[in-house]
């Protein structure tokens, strides 16, 4: 997540009566039936702990170059070996080359995306286990239990750079796909999915949302624009499939910009340029005591609940990619 967000969001009381009726109209909104998945491998905790050992550690520009290229090739390998057709996708920030890793399997039916997507960069002096380590690793796990799916549309992991600096390689890919016109069928970030707690009031909230929403953080979140409503229904319904997963989901009107915090991650480039997108997070600092800070470790994390998120998407993205 961007560092320079305070973790005290001051929003106007009037802006949020009307936003918070809006919330809870679309909380109403009826999810569409699932259209089944087809078979699937399962995740499998060992290797997502395994990704996170790789990973953790800071991987920030300038200050960690080195962990950090090791991280980029370590993602850019994963891929290579589990079969998918790779790219480096390069930008520009500041005199110097970047570099998003691609993982295309190209789809049966149509040449419109569906991309999921994770940031892999870190803050200063922080190992990025919740932040992001745990999005990388997830998205990997999805990438290896996906790998042998006939997509009937163009699937696309990607690692993206950057986030921690303003979202610069999303919004480098963003702005690509929208200059050639190519169609996303759907995006998802993986932004911080692996810390939970059954404390109560573990799960703070931005004023006026604690109508809506419980005060334990033991949930998966998945955030989403007026663009993203079937989307972000499709994704509920799927996930909500999986045994003691708790959801709970958010749909928010102008792009997320009267919250600033829900803006906060790779899907918001998506949703500014017309693609439908969603987040999936377990709320960052709304919840996490560690974010961006030096005890943000593997130890902090909860694996199996990492694992559901993981069945619970690669669920969802079975049944999107079932959807015209």
Known sequence: ?????????????????????????????????????????????????????????????YSSDQHLNKVLRYIEDTFKKLGYEIERYPFS????????????????????????????????GSPGADDNASGVAVMLELARILADRSWNHTIEFIGFHM????????????????????????????????????E??????????GFFFPNVGNFIGIVGNMRSIKLANTFKTEMKSISDLP????????????????????????WDRGFPALLITDTSFYRNPNYHGANDTIETLNLPFMTKVTEGTSKALIALDEME
């Open 93 to 124: 920030f500041s005199g110097k080359t970047y570099d998003n890793i691609i993982a295309r399997k190209k789809g049966m039916r149509s040449n419109d995306k569906i991309i999921v997507g994770a940031h892999f960069d870190s803050v200063p």
């Open 247 to 270: 959801i709970e989901k958010l749909i928010l009107p102008f792009n997320g910009i009267p919250v600033p915090a829900t803006r906060l991650s790779d899907h918001s480039p998506f």
């Open 163 to 198: 986030e921690e600096w303003n979202m610069i390689g999303s919004n480098a890919y963003a702005e690509k796909l929208k200059e050639e016109k190519i169609k996303v069928h759907g995006m998802i970030s993986l932004e911080m999915v692996g810390y939970v707690s059954d």
């Open 200 to 209: 109560p009031k573990s799960q703070k909230l931005p004023p006026g949302f």
């Open 1 to 61: 997540m961007k560092p320079k967000q305070s973790k005290n969001l001051e929003i106007a009381a009037p802006a949020f009566s009307g936003l918070a009726m809006t919330v809870l109209s679309l909380l109403l909104v009826t999810n569409p039936t699932s259209k089944g998945s087809a078979e699937m491998k399962l995740p499998d905790e060992h290797s997502i702990r395994r990704h996170l050992e790789q990973i953790v550690g800071e991987r920030r520009p």
